[in-house]
């Protein structure tokens, strides 16, 4: 203990000492690369999963997060008492060719049952989700391609549906009132509608499509923890598609370029953590007499590598907790931040997005990596001069000193 108390007095003198020129702006130099490392690293991986959360939210609003169908009544009851599993509701599916006054768009067609509505509350809400329920042939459309084909509330929607015949498939032309639009700011604003199941079964559409049952997670990323469980109960003859089966390979796109987009970032910790090295050699050069008079008056090699390491990792540890700090307030405040740099030089980085401001999340386990890859990046650095510094010789450095 008295050896540790011994270390830390001697490296907190070198550490405040302004004695020692390059060496002392060298660690500066660190301890400045540091902070924006961590800085940056920070506010990049925060906004990133903003965006990755905004993004998810959208899109799993209006997707099923599973889909089955069953030959008759499903387990609901057994199914629903999965921890994990919110509702399993009607859902006919398919694909159609909508036309309006200005054109005509390829769409995906959902068809929910009248007593669900309300379960989409992300889609269909306010008069669009009452005039969906009062008004028999009525549609919903996603904001986007409403706007694409020209069409308003209470227009015809003409929509082309492959349906099989005796001589193969056939197109069949049905018609629907405009009950409103949703707006997710996601890709289904462009490509999605809803109508009432009740309909498409009136009108003999059911085997245009895949009429089944859909399921809804308190948590969409559980999918593919609850996927055998919910197999188990379904049977081993009944095929659930997932969400992750359609835009799987989107969010692991995204999750992949958030590992790259990290592994860059680290570069300019490693980048800080090699200034700590040379500010360190500097210094355990410019104290070789000192690191011989200590050693010739009984001080062990761990003292000696304790008072360098303990001098080194200090500016390691204040630069991570202050780009750790700055970079959380700046990432809580990064709408701000971002808007306030946009007025600068006049030109806005989300135009042309769904997006209509800079989201951020911090996530507690990327803040424990950054801070676990930052120290252990400036552990390695400080190390080697520590303990070149224990190895000096005493006769040799007080006779070059």
Partial sequence: MAQVRTALWIARRYL???SHGYATFINWVSFVGLVLGVLIL???????????????????????HGFFQYRDDPPITELQGIDGVGSVTRLFQAEAMATGYSGVAFIGLAAVDIADAHRLPGVLSGQALENLVSTPGSIVLG????????????????????????????????????????????????????????DIVERGLADAGLDGWRLQLTDPLDASRLADRISAVLGSGVAVRFWTDEYGELFRAVRIEKAIMFALLALIVAIASLNIVSGQAMLVNHKRGDIAMLATMGASRRLLVGVFFLQGFSVAVLGVMVGLAVGIVVAAKANAVVTFFEGLVGASVIEGTYFDRIHSHLVWPDILAIVGVSLGLSLVAVLRPAFKAAAENPAEALHSS
């Fill in 16 to 18: 405040l000492a302004r």
């Fill in 42 to 64: 920070t506010v990049v991986l925060s906004i990133m999963n903003g965006f990755d959360r905004e993004m998810t939210g959208r899109i799993l609003s209006a997707v099923p």
């Fill in 143 to 198: 904001a986007a391609l409403a706007r694409d084909l020209r069409l308003g509330a209470g227009d015809t929607v003409r929509l082309m549906i492959p349906v099989a015949s005796s001589g193969g498939v056939r197109a069949r032309i049905e018609r629907f009132t405009l009950a409103g639009t949703f707006e997710l700011g996601a890709q289904p604003d462009a490509a999605l509608a809803i109508a009432r199941r009740e």
